[in-house]
């Protein structure tokens, strides 16, 4: 008897926290929902949270870590699906890796997971996160090469934005591939800086408000202006 009374205990227990569990995943599952009505990211990210910790989700976890990284919380983005390259791996969570990577200014770790997204479905748009990483780590030959992609493949409608200023911009695509192609022309050959100059300059020609390429212009007209320097004794 006493034995049969446990066992009842038990699973009267059992059945409690089923139901508050259950209870629980409706609550949140429409406290998500209305975050998601009402645009209120922190309370989405409460609501995600949650539910991942009441019932485990790959998918919420994905979803949770690119909400994070748009709202420019990247350490938490990657602190909740991780650094590594999964083979595995969502193409929102491979692009929630690469953007955050980036942002934290780990360009070796977010070009390869650029190249995973690249190799998934290649385009301009990535070919050109693909040239700019490979410039930052000083390959520029792989560069090269998504450049020439990018100027080929650059719609008319497609642009690119920029947020070196206070006031974000946005130039077209093939302008942005043509800074970049400059670029990789004074790294390559430092001592004809009138070259990559020329280069530049088409990109103005194309986008004459394109503020990077302005600065990179001014940048090297003035180290081309600049004296030389005298011999050592």
């Known amino acids: 008897m006493k034995r049969f009374i446990v066992i009842l205990v038990l699973t009267m227990g059992f059945y409690g926290t089923a139901q508050t569990k259950s209870e629980l995943l409706k609550h949140y599952e429409a406290f998500y929902n209305q975050m998601r009505l009402q645009g209120d990211v922190d309370g989405v990210i409460n609501a995600l949270t949650h539910l991942n910790v009441l019932a485990p989700s790959q ?6 870590a690119y909400i994070y990284a748009n709202d420019n919380q990247h ?13 595995t791996d969502s193409d929102l969570a491979v692009q929630v890796k690469a953007i955050s990577l980036k942002a934290l200014n780990q360009p070796k770790r977010a070009l390869e997971q650029f ?4 190799q998934r479905n290649p385009n301009p ?12 780590i000083g390959d520029n030959a792989k560069a090269s090469t998504h450049i020439e992609y990018g ?16 006031q974000p911009y946005d130039v077209p695509l ?5 800074h970049l192609k400059g670029l990789v022309q004074f790294n390559t050959d430092k001592e004809n800086i009138d070259a990559a100059i020329a280069t530049i300059d088409e990109a103005l020609a194309i ?3 394109f503020n990077l390429a302005s600065l990179s212009k001014q940048a090297l007209t003035s180290r081309k202006q600049a004296p030389a320097e005298e011999p050592k004794k």
């Open 151 to 166: 100027i080929a493949n650059s719609k008319d409608d497609m642009r690119y934005a920029f947020y070196e200023r206070q």
């Open 174 to 178: 093939k302008a942005a591939f043509i």
């Open 115 to 118: 190249e995973v997204l690249y």
């Open 125 to 136: 748009y990535l070919a050109y996160e693909l040239a700019d990483l490979n410039i930052q």
């Open 59 to 64: 998918e919420r976890m994905d979803t949770l």
């Open 75 to 87: 350490l938490q983005a990657l602190n909740t699906i991780g650094i590594e390259k999964v083979d």
């Open 207 to 209: 986008d004459p408000n």
